[in-house]
Structures are given as C-alpha cells and as structure tokens.
C-alpha cells in the first residue's frame, strides 16, 4: 500500500512536471517494485494516468497554463490514432517500428536540447 | 507548421502511443512547441489535457479484458495528486529554457527504453 503510494507521488510529480502521463515511472515501478505481470502493469498504469493527467491538467488550468484549443488539436485525432493502431496492430511490424521510433524520439529530444 | 499537419502528428502520437504503450504526452509536448509555437510550460500543460480521452479510451479497452487492478490505480492516481502539486510548482519555477532540456533528455531516454524492452522480447 505504501509502495503504491509512493509510485503514485513519484508518478504525479514526474507527469505534471514532463506534461506526460507518468506511465515511464508507473509501469516498471509496478512490474520490479510490486511484480506486477508487464500486461496487468501497463493497463493498471493507464487508469492510474487518467487520474493523475486529471489533476495536472486542472491544476494548470487553476494557474492559467492550459490552451484547449491546442490540446484539442491534438488530443482529438490522437484518440482516432490509438482506435486504427489497435486495429492494425496484428499487421503493424512493431518489431520493426521500434527502431524507427526510437531514432524519432532521439533526434527530436536532440532538437530540444539545443 | 500547418493545423493539419499538428493534427496529422496528433493522429501518429496516438497511433505510436497504442503501439509502444508511452502516453501521448512524449509526443504531444514537442509537437505543441515545435508545430503550434507554444512555450514548454503552455505546451505541457495542454498536453496533460490532450492525454485525458486517449488514457480513457486505453483505460475503458483494457477494463473489458480485465487487465487493470483498479485498487492500485485508484492508490496511484489519488497518491499522484500531491505529487502533482509539487510537478507544477517546480515546473513553473524552472527556465523555459532548462525546462526544455530536461524534456530533450527524457525524450532520449524513453527512446533508450523502449529499445531495452523491445530487446527483451515483451
């Protein structure tokens, strides 16, 4: 209990100071802390995210940060985005993917750092 | 950049995020920055908003085959919310400047992840 109280801090911190979910530090936390199963862990994080993303966002909305508008933009077609990548994900090479996924989130983190 | 294309990238962040199992956030924040022009902290914000229907949606699949313990995400995410004070309280102190960097290395260190999972084979 303790240890899920802890992941949920950890996680809410990190989420509302990246912008993310917090499932990067959720998921192994469950899986090496708790031995959660990598499938029950990831689901687990996602309920675990929709709560934490919750209190980020009003937080930041409570602080004038948030621009709907924006969000919308891209929160909208991305909810379409994870519909067709549960479809297809049978005849997506993920394998194959990963590589190039990787090389995407590098080089944009190196754009960042810059 | 053009609104359809930030729709465009809204639309590969989802469809990446299903796949690899990162939340949309990794991507939207960057794609708000570099693609809408808005600041890191602006940006991370809105993203946190932008998560909330995919992470519903993700949550709602995964409910129906019975995968979430809902005892520990409810642990987590009520937990979750102090640490979310602490996330934005420091998120608007730091530079816009240093706040982007610190992104610029999480992002690269996602990327190192999902490499070592993927070779592990889950």
């Known amino acids: 209990m303790s240890r899920l109280v802890g992941i949920g801090l950890l996680a809410g911190f990190f989420g509302a100071l990246f912008g993310v979910g917090g499932g990067i530090v959720i998921v192994p936390l469950l899986v090496l802390g ?3 199963e ?6 687990t994080s996602l309920a675990a995210i929709l709560l934490a ?3 980020g966002a009003v937080t930041y909305a409570l602080h004038g940060e948030v621009k709907p508008g924006a969000a919308a933009f891209v929160g909208i077609p991305a909810v379409a985005g994870v ?3 549960a479809a297809l994900q049978q005849r997506i090479p993920v394998q194959r993917l990963t590589i190039g996924f990787a090389v995407l989130l590098t080089a944009v983190g190196a754009r960042l750092l810059v | 950049m ?3 294309l930030v729709a465009i990238v809204g639309l590969a962040a989802g469809l990446l995020a299903g796949l690899f199992g990162v939340g949309g956030g990794i991507l939207f924040v960057p794609t708000l920055v570099l693609g809408l022009g808005l600041t ?3 940006a991370e914000a809105s993203s946190l908003l932008a998560i909330l229907p995919t992470a519903f949606v993700g949550t709602w699949r995964q409910r129906r085959y019975g995968n979430v313990d809902l005892r520990a995400a409810a642990v987590v995410g009520i937990a979750s919310i102090l640490g979310v004070e602490g996330g934005v309280v420091v998120a608007e102190a730091l530079p816009e400047s240093v706040l ?3 992104f610029g290395v999480l ?4 990327a190192v992840q999902i490499v070592w999972r993927s070779r592990r084979g889950s």
């Open chain 1, 83 to 85: 519909l067709v990548g």
């Open chain 1, 34 to 36: 708790l031995s959660f």
């Open chain 2, 100 to 102: 982007r960097r610190l």
């Open chain 2, 40 to 42: 890191q902290l602006h």
């Open chain 1, 38 to 43: 990598q499938r029950r862990a990831s689901a």
């Open chain 1, 53 to 55: 993303s919750a209190a």
């Open chain 2, 107 to 110: 992002l690269i260190g996602t």
């Open chain 2, 2 to 4: 053009t609104l359809a």
